[in-house]
């Protein structure tokens, strides 16, 4: 089926860990963006991506690191967890500029 | 920063009332989109209007935009208890670049039966 997917749909790891979120689209949008949401802050963007090998930060990339070396994966990478980014993590993707963006259902990462 | 702040927070109706939610933003934009975001799962996007727009409707849903008060509302009208969700504003901004979304905190809609 066509859509975005993430994965896993739930995480717990422990501060100091290397974790690795996944996020596939096959639809071949351009753009990729990783969201995180938390209790009274909404959406932030933390890095999208405009293409294969073209990524960006956005308003929270602090902690985070991201690759597209394929146009269909995005991965967010925790290099090591800290428990300020438990959090709710959403992958999005759209075809172009000033166009909707469609969003994965989420992973819901804990750390300890 | 929140670009955008949604208003009230939080909204409680019968089925069958109509549900507005308001939208503020600071910065001027390109277009604003509305998103539903149902318990659990990922936003999914109902309706975007461009600067230049000042109305638009799709189904039960009409959205105002009023770019000299820098504000927007979503109607839905004849509320059903599916329509229980968030529901966030976002803002694509003439100065964001690439495409980015900057959205607000969002409302949560109850519907009850």
């Known amino acids: 089926d066509a859509g975005i997917t993430q994965s896993p749909r739930y995480k717990i790891t422990e501060t100091g860990r290397q974790v690795t979120l996944m996020c596939h689209q096959t639809?071949?949008?351009?753009?990729m963006f990783w969201y995180r949401q938390d209790l009274g802050h909404g959406l932030r963007l933390i890095y999208y991506s405009a293409a294969a090998d073209i990524t960006d930060k956005g308003e929270v990339p602090d902690g985070y690191v991201v690759s597209r070396s394929k146009t269909e994966n995005f991965p967010l990478t925790l290099e090591s967890a800290t428990r300020s980014q438990t959090s709710v993590y959403f992958c999005a993707s759209t075809e172009g500029a000033r166009q909707p963006q469609h969003f994965g259902d989420g992973t819901r990462l804990s750390i300890l | 920063s929140q670009q955008g702040e949604e208003d009230p927070q939080a909204l409680s109706i019968q089925e069958g009332e109509n549900a507005t939610m308001n939208c503020s933003y600071k910065t001027s934009i390109n277009n604003l989109q509305w998103y539903r975001q149902n318990s659990g799962r990922g936003l999914v996007h109902l309706i975007l209007?461009?600067?230049?727009?000042r109305e638009k409707h799709s189904g039960r849903l009409r959205v105002t935009l009023d770019t000299s008060k820098k504000s927007s509302s979503l109607l839905i009208t004849a509320s059903r208890a599916a329509d229980t969700a968030s529901y966030f504003c976002a803002t694509d901004t003439l100065t964001g670049g690439g495409n980015k979304l900057t959205f607000g905190t969002g409302t949560q809609l109850k519907v009850e039966l």
């Open positions: 209007i461009r600067s230049n727009e």
């Open positions: 639809w071949s949008h351009s753009y």
